[in-house]
Nanobody, 124 residues
Framework: QVQLVESGGGLVQSGGSLRLSCAAC????????MGWFRQAPGKEREFVSV???????TTYADSTGRLTITRDNAKNRVYLQMNSLKPEDTAVYYC??????????????????WGQGTQVTVSS
């Protein structure tokens, strides 16, 4: 079992930045790929970013460079730095974990463990 707890969400103005954090406990963190997803009201949960268990490989849904995912295996934490935020980034952001696969997971169904989410609201 893996327990995930997100933090760092909040209200920010358009163009601002937030750094989300996800703390993990349970299964060995350094053996898990870690992803971020988000879900806006009335929409399906969508992929945001993923980082491999070693931290050596990352994938982003947004290729503009606004997002950076990192991890600290010594602290059992994964982070999502979000810059130049837009109102359309408003959503509940979820941290997720899964056992390493041949390819990094970009679908919610590929993840075994989920946090409770943290709200991000971007005002215009």
């Amino acid at each position: 079992q893996v327990q995930l707890v997100e933090s760092g969400g909040g209200l920010v103005q358009s163009g601002g930045s937030l750094r989300l954090s996800c703390a993990a406990c349970g299964r060995t963190f350094s053996r898990l790929d870690m992803g971020w997803f988000r879900q806006a009201p009335g929409k399906e949960r969508e992929f945001v970013s993923v980082i491999s268990y070693s931290g050596g490989t990352t994938t982003y849904a947004d290729s503009t460079g606004r997002l950076t995912i990192t991890r600290d295996n010594a602290k059992n934490r994964v982070y999502l730095q979000m810059n130049s935020l837009k109102p359309e980034d408003t959503a509940v952001y979820y941290c997720a974990a899964n056992k390493p696969r041949a390819q990094l997971g970009v679908r919610a169904m590929e993840y075994d463990y989920w946090g409770q989410g943290t709200q991000v609201t971007v005002s215009s």
